[in-house]
């Protein structure tokens, strides 16, 4: 199946900060999605991006199918973007989404 | 709107006793339905998916099982609850035919003691 690696596993950042997440995989993808975990556990969808770009206020995402990587871009962080953040793929003929471990992330005021 | 329940939020089980899961999804018809754990806060593991009322595929062979009687409605059940099987189990709505994305319910934290 896919594999998908996250980096860095874990990311501390001073509020007001930028950062960039990077999500490799194995194989090329009908669906790349990016997750947001918060401290209660639930995971709230940040963009369904199988390939090129998307912004959302202070976040933007952007996949290179050919090149089988996504990037997520947080800037000025603040403290409530902490928590987890998790890349998920399926491939071609699949429903199924593989994870990838995430990246923990921690926004010191 | 679509949404998506799932209960209870938090259940502390005894080892050897049953368990059932409930997820139910409103606004949306013959989604595709999953259930998944998550161990030590990372990862996410699948554990089954339905495509269908009464079609249930699982991913790992383990002390759990899956029905689906209606069509918005996915329950995951075990006869007897190992240490194991304590986790947040999260259920995953998919509506068809589009758009290909997964939506997930607020999860279940079990613990087995």
């Known amino acids: 199946g896919i594999q998908v690696e996250q980096s860095p596993p874990d990311l501390i950042l001073q509020e007001g900060a930028n950062s960039t997440l990077r999500c490799n995989f194995s194989?090329?993808?009908?669906?790349l999605q990016w997750f947001h975990q918060n401290p209660w556990g639930q995971l709230i969808n940040l963009f369904y991006?199988?390939?090129g770009t998307k912004q959302n206020g202070r976040l933007s995402a952007t996949t290179v199918a050919t090149e089988r990587y996504s990037l997520l871009y947080i800037s000025s962080s603040q403290t409530t973007d902490s928590g987890v953040y998790f890349c998920?793929?399926?491939?071609?003929?699949?429903?199924?989404?593989?994870f990838g471990k995430g990246t923990k992330l921690s926004v010191i005021p | 709107s679509q949404t998506i329940h799932q209960w209870p939020a938090t259940l502390v089980q005894p080892v050897g006793s049953p368990l059932s899961l409930e997820c139910t999804v409103e606004?949306?018809?013959?989604?595709?339905l999953y259930w998944y754990r998550q161990a030590a806060g990372r990862g996410l593991q699948l554990l089954f998916y339905?495509?269908?009322?009464?079609?249930i595929s699982s991913e790992v062979p383990q002390n759990l099982s899956a029905s689906r009687p209606q069509d918005r409605q996915f329950i995951l059940s075990s006869k007897k609850l190992l240490l194991s099987d304590s986790g947040f189990y999260l259920c995953?709505?998919?509506?068809?035919?589009?758009?290909?994305?997964?939506?997930f319910g607020a999860g279940t934290r079990l613990s087995v003691l």
């Open positions: 998920a793929v399926s491939g071609a003929g699949s429903y199924q989404l593989t």
């Open positions: 194989d090329s993808v009908n669906n």
């Open positions: 991006i199988p390939s």
């Open positions: 606004g949306t018809s013959n989604p595709n």
């Open positions: 339905s495509v269908g009322i009464g079609q």
């Open positions: 995953a709505y998919q509506p068809r035919p589009y758009p290909n994305i997964q939506y």
